[in-house]
């Protein structure tokens, strides 16, 4: 095959006056420039803090504590305990998935850059563009099912300290909206957002450690290794433990979700092809330890099982721990673990939504692209996608008033979603060959291609699966309403797409002023190979 070259220059790199253009710019901005963008946002994260925001938006024991007495209907301890390791092992395919695409092609657009740049050039600019929506409703319906869980446990210790008070939905639909509120206040400040992701990481640790110490220390007596590892519950109505176990992962499944986060500020650490594949690994890592021993501290806890299930609390979780403490006080007081954690679960999950609504919005994929994808030259946070996507957190909120089984079928919605975004750039790497692309640090050969074919399969199983109704018989108040979460964002993105996108939507072409002959290839004059941008030819 002839092997053309395509030049990543902002301009054609031919001529004296436009090396000019590359003078002064570092390693980092060079190969931004060279992918057609400009350094926008300064670059304030350190490996850590880029950590810290992966795994405290990923967050896998706390997510755990949210959904732990939820999976035990579909299986009981096994679901929890084995869920957990099966899925950590698929996220490890997702991750060394995504970090490979991150080390050859680092870009804050993460996978709706990638599927543009990878995909047929016949078919790039729409592949890319779905991807992109698919990515941003994702982390919507993510930050939602954060709140809401935050929410829940906030008005669920208010209800254990005051036993009188009954829970309504309008309840927990205030504390939602304020909580997403408060956490919107942390993300419009750029230079402080590095610093609030390692703080969160501590958090996140800090508080996994008191409770795995204190509730089994506490607790007046304990479960055996026999229920912890070998008891099955199925009270979903499925006749088959089959059906039930799967329905069931989803719960352990949400507890590894969101691993793309690192890649998006890409464009905010120096090194990001090293950097980001450290963050994500190290996310899928902590996130396995982390929720596995989590489980099994909590289910040697377990006191009574029914009495979870009928707290007026509506946190199982908080009813755990009164029941291990035998203290009101001392149940919210590491409720209060929960809740903090998961305060720096959703900052963490705004920083996320913001990056991709604005570099989604830098290359025309959003109505109203030019207002969100303005950077703010004082604050450094793209302010205006930052605001849009927390506004529509609050309009999503309010979906719980009317349907509280509707709102749960984004949380499957959030996971399905992601990993559609991941699968569509991975498809086309696959289509065109792994080894057409130049590889960054981070590359594993064989295991890589692996990798690849365990998310496409795991994506067409989740995309099934999950939209089976999780309890039968069926009825509208427990249905499984995913689907319909798919058909709305879908007819959205086509109806944008003929609306709008189709001739706003900025591929290749627009992004390199019509050079767009091949590979990725040709470093500008008078740069190093180290100053270069990752290349293919097609």
């Known amino acids: 095959m002839e092997e053309e070259q395509l030049d990543y220059g902002i301009k054609h790199a031919s001529s004296e006056d436009n090396v000019i253009e590359y003078k002064g710019l570092d390693d980092d901005a060079l190969k931004l420039a060279e ?25 896998s024991w706390w997510a755990i504590s949210a ?7 579909s299986g009981g301890p096994v679901l929890i305990i084995y869920g957990i390791m099966l899925i950590a092992l698929i996220s490890v395919c997702v991750g060394v998935s995504l970090s490979e695409l991150a080390s050859a092609l680092p870009n804050a657009g993460g996978q709706y850059f990638w599927a543009n740049e990878l995909a047929p050039r016949k078919y790039a600019k729409f592949a890319s563009y779905l991807t992109g929506w698919f990515a941003w409703a994702g982390s919507i319906f993510t930050s939602a099912s954060v709140a809401l869980g935050v929410a829940a446990a906030m008005v669920g210790c208010w209800q254990l300290a005051h036993p009188d008070f009954v829970i309504l939905p309008w309840h927990t639909f205030v504390a939602y909206e304020l909580t997403n509120v408060f956490c919107f206040l942390f993300n419009c400040y750029g230079r402080i957002l590095p610093s609030i992701g390692s703080a969160a990481l501590y958090t996140s640790l800090i508080s996994f450690f008191v409770i795995l110490v204190i509730v089994p220390a506490k607790a007046p007596t304990h479960q055996d290794a026999k229920f912890v590892f070998t008891n099955f519950v199925n009270n979903t109505g499925w006749a088959s433990n089959g059906i039930a176990f799967i329905v069931g992962l989803i719960n352990t499944n949400y507890a590894f979700a969101c691993l793309d986060c690192a890649t998006h500020l890409a464009e905010e650490v120096h090194r990001p092809e090293k950097m980001i594949p450290i963050a994500i690994m190290g996310t899928v890592a902590i996130g396995f330890v982390t929720s596995w021993f989590f489980s099994i501290s909590m289910f040697f806890s377990m006191q009574d099982l029914d009495g979870l299930f009928s707290s007026e609390t509506g946190v199982p979780i908080l009813q755990l721990f009164y029941q291990a403490v035998a203290s009101k006080a001392g149940a919210i007081v590491l409720e209060s673990f929960i809740i903090t ?12 939504q913001s990056r991709l609504c604005w570099s989604f919005a830098r290359d025309g994929g959003l109505p109203f692209s030019a207002f969100l994808s303005h950077v703010h030259p004082m604050l450094d946070v793209p302010l205006q996608a930052h605001l849009v996507s927390c506004v529509i957190v609050a309009i999503v909120g309010c979906l719980y008033l009317g349907s509280y089984t509707a709102f749960n079928s984004m949380i499957t919605a959030c996971i399905v979603l992601l990993y559609i975004s991941y699968s569509i750039p991975v498809l086309c790497l696959l289509y065109r060959g792994r080894s057409t692309i130049r590889h960054g640090p981070f590359w594993t050969g064989s295991f890589g291609l692996f990798c690849n074919i365990v998310l496409l399969v795991w994506t067409t199983f989740t995309l099934v699966m ?22 709305v964002v879908s007819g959205i993105i086509v109806t944008d797409w003929f609306a709008r996108g189709r001739g706003g939507y900025r591929g290749q072409d627009k992004r390199r002023g019509g050079d767009v002959s091949g590979g990725m290839s040709a470093a500008p004059p008078n740069t190093t190979a180290a100053g270069a941008g990752s290349s293919y030819s097609r």
């Open 35 to 59: 992918m057609g963008y400009t350094q926008d946002m300064k670059r304030n994260f350190s490996v850590l803090s880029i950590l810290g925001v992966g795994f405290s938006l990923t967050n």
């Open 67 to 73: 959904a732990l007495v939820t999976g035990i209907n």
């Open 341 to 352: 954690t998961g305060i720096g679960c959703l900052i963490a999950s705004h920083t996320w």
């Open 466 to 487: 999950y939209s089976f109704p999780t309890v039968q018989p069926v009825e509208a108040g427990n249905m499984n309403y995913v689907s319909a979460v798919y058909a």
